[in-house]
Every structure is written in C-alpha cells, then in structure tokens.
C-alpha cells in the first residue's frame, strides 16, 4: 500500500491519497470517508458488500468492523474524522451518518465531491502540509456537509420500544465509562448509578459486549493511553496513571497483551516510522495521478454564475403540449371525513380556487362508513358511500377511491404521533373480500352507469406495515389480480397501485415488480408516495431522518421509472398519489412562503416524467386535535383550518393559471403559451433549508424567527427574453406572494400571534391573503421582450403577457 502525504501528528481530521490497496477486516473509532477517484473498490461492512466505482463516496461508520479491496488502476482517498470530535461538538455518543452514492442520487453528494475536490487541490498544492487555516477551513466544510446532510440521530428513530431501552441502557454505560474511565471506577459503582444490581450488571456485560467489565474499561483506557503515547511526549509512567491504571506493571502488561509489545518498544518504532516517512519523497506517481484528476474535475474552471442574477432566452415559436398533472388530484383524508360539512366546505373551496379534477379518499370499508362486510345475502349498506360520491359528482369532481384500510395519524414528527389508530384488520378471507368488492361494484354500476365509472380511479395499498417477505408480496398480488378482474367486469376505470415509497427498498422494490409484471392481472397506473425523509436500518434500529435534498421528488422518481424499466414496466402510467416535503402536522415551515416556493420547484422538476401528481394533503382539518386551536398550527394542508389560503396554495393556484402549451423552463421559471398570443410565466426563489432545520425536531420550529432556518436570504434578479412574438402592445400582469404579501403566517406575526381571533378578524385575512398585483405595458418591436423579474427569498410569482387587441 502506498500513501501520499499522510500527515505525521494526530489530526482530528486526517487525509490519505492511496492506490492498489487491500486491507482486511479491521475496525476503529474514527469515521472513514471514502472517496474513489479512478478504479473501483469492493468494501464490506459488516456482511453488508458495496461495490464503488469512480467519483463514489462511503461514510463507514465508528466500530464498524470492515475490509475493502481496490482494483490495480484503484486511486482514493481516505478521510479519517476522530469520533470525539463529532461526540463533543454534537453532544452526543450516538454518532450515525448515512452516506452511500451507491444508493442516493442527492444533489447533497455533488457538493460534497465539489468540496472534498477543492480540499485535495489545496492538499497537492502545499504538497500535504496541512497545518494552515486553509486546510483547517476546508476540513470543517466536510464535516459540516457530512453532519447537515447525512447524520443520523438517537432522534430519528422512529419509534420508542423495549429495544430503544436496551440501546439506552447501553448508551449509559457508554458514556459512563468514557466520561470516567481514567478514574478508579468500579462495577459496583457503575451498578449503582444504573440502580442494578452487581450481579446483573455483570452478566450484562459478558452478554453484550462479549466480554467482562474490567476488559471493557481496560480496552477504552488502552484506546486513550495508545493515542498519548504516539502523539505526545509525556512519560509512559504519567500516562499509564492518567489513564486510569494503577501501576506501571499492570499498564505494560495490558498494552503488549493488546499491542504485542511494551508502551515504550511501540513508542520507539513509530517514531522511526516517523523519521523515515519525513526522509521518504511523496509518490510521484499518485501525485500525477492526483493532479490529473484535480484537473478533470474543474481545477481550472471558471466559477459558477451566482444566484443572485439569471438570464435565458426562449422562442415562443417552439412550444409543446403538456400535461398539468398538478391539478388532478387533491387528498383530503378517511372516507369518513368526507361525511362531515365542515370537510366539504374545503373540498368546494380547494375545486375554485385550484381546479382539482379528483378528490382521493380511503377507508371505505371503515365502521363508520356502516358497510357491514359480515352481512348475510351480501346486503350491505352502502348509503353513506353514496352521500360522499354523489356530492363530488354533484360539484364537477371525481373520485381517486382508495381501498386500503390506511392507519388513521396526526405526526408531531416522523417519530411522535398525536394519533395514531391502526384500522383493525375487517376481512378475514379473500373469498369475503370478493364478495363485497362484487356487491359494491355492481352497486356501483346501477347508481352511476358504466360510462361515468370510466373516469374514476381506483387504488390498492401495500400495507407498510407489512415487510418485503414473499408471503406478502403473494397475498398483495393475489388480492389485486381477484380485485382487478371483479371491477373489470362491472367497469373500465382505472386501477392501480400500490403506494411503492420512493427511494426506500430497492432489491426488493425490483423483485416485487417483477413478479407483479407476471400476474395475469396487470395494473393500469403504479402509484408511489414521497416525503422528503430517508429511512433505512442501523444495528435492527429503524430511523427515518429528514432529507436534504432538494429535489427528493425527482431522484426518487428517476429512481423507480429505473426499477419500472428494468422489470418490464416502464411504459405503466406512473401517478404519485401522495407527496409533501413533510409528514409532521405541528411544522411552521408548512405555512410559510418556502413551502410555496417548493411546491413550484419539485412540480416543475416532475410535470414532464410523471402522469399524475396528488399533494398531500389539502386542508389543515385533516390535522386538527386539542392543540390546534391557534390560526395556524404547522399542518401540511394548502388552506387553513378557517378557509385561508396559505402560500402552498397559491402555489398551486398560479400554477393553475399555466396555459396548456410548454415553452421552456429553467431552474427557477417555467414559460408556457396559448398559442393565442398569451403566455404564462411562473417562477419562485426557494432559499434551500440549512442546518438548524435538520437539527430542530419539526415540532419544535420557532414560527417567530422561521428565517433562521435557511442557508441565505439572497435576492434572485431574472432576466428572461422572449422571441418570435407577435409586434404590438402587450399587458403584464404580474402577482406575487412574498413574506410581504399574501403570507398568512407573516400577516398574523403582525397581530403578535395572537390565538383568540375573532370572526371578523378571520375575514380580514381572508381579505388580505391575496397576491399582490402590478399591471403594466409592454411595446414590443422585432418580436422580442425582455422581462426583469426581481424576486425575493422564497417568493413566488405568476406573470401573464397577453397582447392587446
């Protein structure tokens, strides 16, 4: 193995250039990025494989036992971060990052590689002398990046259960015994603090640490005292008793039982290592290979245009049709909710105001729905049924029917609910499933005729509940083939499913699909959920922690038309029938003028690759409860609980207002036509989240101070030139909603939050939460418009050019 530049004092942070390198299995307390610049590398982690190619990168975590392998032409870089350093500044001994480019495709990544790039081109610069402020800045942006983007915490497990107290137990011993482990400390002293008893602690102890007490402490005292004695110049006899050991005899004869020979044997040979890695020249080779790479990568490159101007050019004489899938589907909650007036009321204000084709709904099959599924002679009760589908019929709506039996949920975060009901499981057999499904479908086709049923959508859930096991995946399959065939034959609507969560489970998300593509039943849609969290598994612990990507949507999105493809199933229409940044209900970030603004970013990422598009969720009483008696309490809807619409629903609005014909689109607009001489413009200027987003639990947001939970506040100036026009006299109309107008949440800062508001107070919001309008005009010559759109953060705005006739 050979290493370019490794740095000869202990750093907190320590950086290696290496190539064609194996090294077998072996753990440490440091976290280890690895980062593969030329070659492939195969690393295992535990039992777990992952095979890096070129620009790759893998965070392995602290004690995590691994070994890597790298092909002849392999060129890397290992990035060793002292876990103390993340424990002291985090407060915390539960140090976890999730940071795999194998299985993510975050934007976050491309960052990362940009700054771990602008690190090693410093690095091969002062040829590895790292002990400068540069050097020392560079570090710290990698860690900053490593931390917002991909840490994992005790926090975002998603459930507290027997096993949460086990690790707790554990977590206590842990920090006990680092906290005190140069000390004389004992079992029983250790048994007291934890109210055990000696016994118990005891066995604890051999049961899962694998071994006892006294060889644990003695390990954590060899850790610290091995780092003293090869990083600094203090006596071996000082150390030996800084560390906790009693006596110099006792500390040489665990270190050579450990290390193989005395403290001061070890000490004299790496300081020979020392000496002659000083005298040794840095490999030519690598630093070839390094700078050649450095300069592939941008070493030379001019710097990037800055956010806060932006200029593009479109011809309007090269347009498309496109389909607005953002204003088919609306979610509004249980079947039951639609029974209430209140719930209604909102249905009929979200139809106006943002156009909504179908209302989606679930648990039809609920007892308060009064469909007695045991009924003998099939003589079920579908009347309440009939009230929720003839009132959306009645107001121009269809319906997106649901049948899952969906657990009922209000989320303070991913981890605590307010409520959470499971639906009991009602049909014991599939036979009885059929049964009814026939009865309701028949039903259906009486009171409504085939022709009508032929628009309405109908959906089938894989239970999250269950795993990815075969058994399920049959029983799914069984039960949607038998489905399938029963409404076929009484309808030709749509069915689908079965809510696939996007970005999770990708081996078995591939199998269950392919197995699905040979079902004698095949689905007419695929629909997929996605909320910005990623969720997996560490040490059988579940965790869900907040994305930081920003566009989650579309790379989970890219992500399963990748699986769809590979199993047959590319050319499925693909609907996602739920989606929303957050899941959490109490979240202040809901009602701001960034959830606007990312509203607009994500639909415009996605309008193109998706067939359907169904935010969740549409009303904020979805999630009202005995806390939410203030105007507004963080919930997810698009209009307030009294009927206000909030900047997430003039998202939708203006986006409403986009005209059927596609001109162009950049990052931060979107240009679409008539054909008639009109054109609609939307554009936003969503400000990305920063870390104290991610590091407040989501119910715990300031709505006082939400700006401080954004990287900047930076204006965006848009230049944009339209071409091919018609010459005349143009109208520019032009709506905003800012923090300065149309803000719900802004407008009641200014009434210091007050939570007792009258009815006359709520029709002032009403009144004015509206967006803020300018008209002027445009003469245009030569066919060309140049339209300046200044823009502030996190605003949106819609602009409509319309010649005049």
């Known amino acids: 193995m050979k290493e370019y530049g490794a740095y000869q004092r202990k750093e907190k942070l320590k950086i290696s250039v290496l190539n064609d390198v194996a090294v077998p299995e072996h753990f440490h307390q440091d976290v280890e990025l690895l980062y593969i610049l030329e070659g492939t590398m195969d690393v295992m982690v535990g039992e777990k494989k992952t095979y890096l190619k070129q620009s790759d990168i893998l965070v392995i975590n ?17 990035l060793s971060i002292e876990y103390q350093l993340f424990s002291d500044i985090f407060q915390s001994d539960d140090i976890i990052f999730w940071c795999d480019s194998t299985r993510d495709s975050s934007d976050k990544f491309d960052d990362l590689r940009k700054t771990l790039n602008r690190l090693l081109n410093h690095y091969l610069s002062v040829r590895g002398g790292v002990a400068n402020l540069g050097h020392i800045a560079l570090c710290y942006q990698v860690m900053d990046l490593l931390s917002v983007n991909f840490l994992v915490r005790t926090s975002d497990k998603e459930s507290r259960t027997e096993q949460d107290r086990f690790e707790d137990r554990i977590l206590q011993i842990n920090n006990y015994i680092r906290a005190h482990y140069n000390q004389p400390i004992s079992l029983k002293e250790l048994s007291e603090k934890l109210f055990l008893s000696n016994g118990y602690l005891s066995r604890f102890f051999k049961k899962n640490y694998g071994m006892s007490f006294a060889e644990y402490l003695t390990n954590i005292r060899l850790y610290h005292a091995y780092d003293e004695l ?57 630093e070839s290979r390094l700078e ?43 079947a039951e909710d639609l029974l209430r007036s209140e719930v209604r009321e909102h249905v009929l204000l979200l139809k106006e105001a943002l156009g909504f084709q179908y209302v989606r709904f679930w648990n039809i099959f609920s007892s308060q729905m009064l469909i007695d599924i045991t009924a003998a002679g099939k003589d079920y009760n579908f009347t309440r049924l009939d009230s929720i589908l003839d009132f959306l019929l009645l107001q121009g709506l269809r319906p997106h029917l649901e049948l899952g039996q969906k657990p009922k949920r209000i989320q303070r975060n991913v981890q605590h609910a307010l409520v959470y009901e499971l639906s009991p499981v009602q049909f014991q057999t599939l036979e009885q499933w059929e049964q009814v499904m026939d009865s309701l479908m028949r039903h259906l086709q ?63 998300l591939r199998y269950f699909l392919q197995q699905w593509k040979l079902q004698p039943f095949q689905p007419d849609f695929i629909s997929a959920t996605n909320f910005a969290y990623i969720k997996g598994e560490e040490d059988e612990d579940l965790y869900s922690k907040r994305s930081t990507d920003e566009a989650h949507l579309k790379h989970g999105i890219d992500l399963l038309k990748d699986e769809l493809k590979a199993a047959g199933m590319e050319h499925k229409k693909l609907y996602i029938t739920e989606w929303n940044l957050s899941i959490s209900d ?48 963080g919930g997810t809807g698009l209009i307030t609980k009294d009927g206000i619409l909030k900047p997430a629903g003039f998202a939708f609005e203006f986006l409403n207002r986009l005209y059927p014909y596609f001109v162009g689109k950049g990052e931060n607009y979107l240009i679409t036509t008539d054909h008639h001489h009109t054109y609609g413009i939307i554009c936003h200027n969503k400000n990305d989240l920063n870390y ?9 947001l300031d709505k006082k101070q939400t700006w401080k ?72 010559v030569d066919g060309k418009v140049n339209l300046e759109i200044l823009m502030e953060a996190n605003e949106i705005a819609y602009i409509r050019l319309s010649k005049m006739i």
């Open 62 to 78: 602290a004690n995590k036992r691994h070994s890597y392998h790298g092909t002849e032409d392999t060129l890397f870089v290992i």
């Open 586 to 633: 109490r979240n202040y970030i809901n009602d701001t003028c960034f959830k606007g603004a990312y509203i607009i970013k994500n639909t415009m990422d996605v309008f193109h690759v998706v067939d359907g598009l169904a935010y969740f969720v549409g009303s904020d009483r979805a999630s009202e409860y005995f806390d939410s008696s203030a105007l507004l309490h």
């Open 446 to 508: 009486r009171r409504y005729g085939r022709e009508e049923l032929a628009f309405w959508k109908m959906e089938i859930w894989y239970d999250e509940r269950f795993s990815w096991e075969h058994d399920q995946m049959e029983h799914y399959y069984d039960l949607f083939n038998r489905t399938g065939a029963i409404v076929r034959k009484y309808s030709d609507m749509e069915i689908g499913g079965c809510g696939l969560r996007l970005g999770y489970g990708t081996e078995s």
């Open 692 to 700: 104290n987003y991610y590091f407040t639990s989501e119910d715990q």
């Open 292 to 334: 050649h790479f450095l300069r592939g990568e941008g070493i030379d490159k001019k710097a990037e245009p800055q956010k806060g101007n932006w200029s593009a050019a479109h011809s309007v004489n090269e347009s498309c049709g496109m389909g607005q899938v953002w204003r088919q589907t609306i979610n509004v909650g249980s």
């Open 709 to 780: 939970y954004f990287q900047d506040r930076d204006a965006l100036q848009l230049n944009l030139e339209l071409t091919g026009l018609a010459d005349g006299v143009y109208q520019v109309k032009m709506y905003r909603i800012n923090e300065h107008y149309g803000s719900v949440l802004n407008i009641w800062s200014e009434m210091d939050f007050d939570g007792e508001l009258t009815r006359n107070d709520i029709k002032y919001f009403r009144r004015v939460c509206e967006p803020k309008l300018t008209i002027h005009k445009e003469t245009i």
């Open 230 to 286: 090869v990083y600094s110049d203090n006596a071996i006899t000082r150390i030996a008793y800084d560390n906790g050991f009693t006596s110099v005899t006792l500390f040489n004869k665990a270190f050579k039982k450990v290390y193989g020979d005395t403290p001061s044997a070890v000490r004299k040979k790496v300081s020979t290592a020392k000496q002659k890695t000083k005298q040794e020249l840095p490999s030519a080779e690598i």
